[in-house]
């Protein structure tokens, strides 16, 4: 790796979404250039200090009240008050009144939708390429921890797959490629991961049904995505095609 390679792939290095030989290749470059690895400190510090210059915003004014009202009821329950303020008292109550003031979010955000499509965007190498499903799942297999089986999505070909990490969670990112009618053709991504019990898609409002799936579908930024789960993994995929197209590529159509 040279370092026009690696200053391409600092960002993502940092923010931590990659994985397996892209992130050894990144600090195997580092550790033997000082300007790649000035550049990398350098973008730390960045992002570190936006991260803490970030203001977070106040809890809504109906929250505040409620919890004061709370607060005020306990305190005016004297011995019958709860097992919880008995034990932690009234101040810690307080105390964490005033963090929810500090930490409620505005809004669930789709975090899985918004990295996929950064990711999407970005023309990431793949670890192992080829048209054949069967050689890109044998060379998954032993690095991702679950079985994947590359999704036949339609008319839309394969062509590789890499370790890939979104929102905490390993896994393979499959890339396919689809023609459409006036010889054009539409990069596919496929993030496939272990949701592990949890359902990221539920952020979503926009929902439809295809066959026996429920899938979540989200569009941003001139892109479209779509979340679901098949056989306990769960699936984002995204392009740039519209919606019914997109619907299709799922049921593999």
Known sequence: MNCQDARRFLPAYVDGELAGLDRSEIEAHGASCTSCRAELHALSEYKLALRAALAAPPAPAHLRTRVRAEIASTRRQGRGASFWTARIGVPLLAAAAAALVVVWPRAPRPLFVEQARQDHRRDLPVDVSGPDPTRVANWLQPRVP????????????????????????????????????????????????????????????????????????????????????????????????????????????
């Open 146 to 253: 679950f079985h994947v089986v590359p999704p036949v999505m339609g008319k839309a070909q394969l062509l590789g797959a890499r370790l890939h990490r979104m929102e905490g969670h390993d896994g393979a990112l499959l890339v396919y490629d689809l023609p459409d009618d006036q010889a054009r053709s539409h990069k596919v991504s496929v993030f496939v991961f272990d949701p592990q019990g949890q359902d990221p898609g539920s952020e979503l409002r926009d929902r439809k049904r295809v066959g026996a799936r429920e899938v979540y579908l989200e569009r941003r930024g001139g892109y479209r995505s779509a979340m679901f789960q098949d056989d306990g993994l769960g699936y984002v995929v995204t392009t740039d095609v519209d919606e019914d197209r997109l619907l299709r590529l799922v049921g593999g159509r």
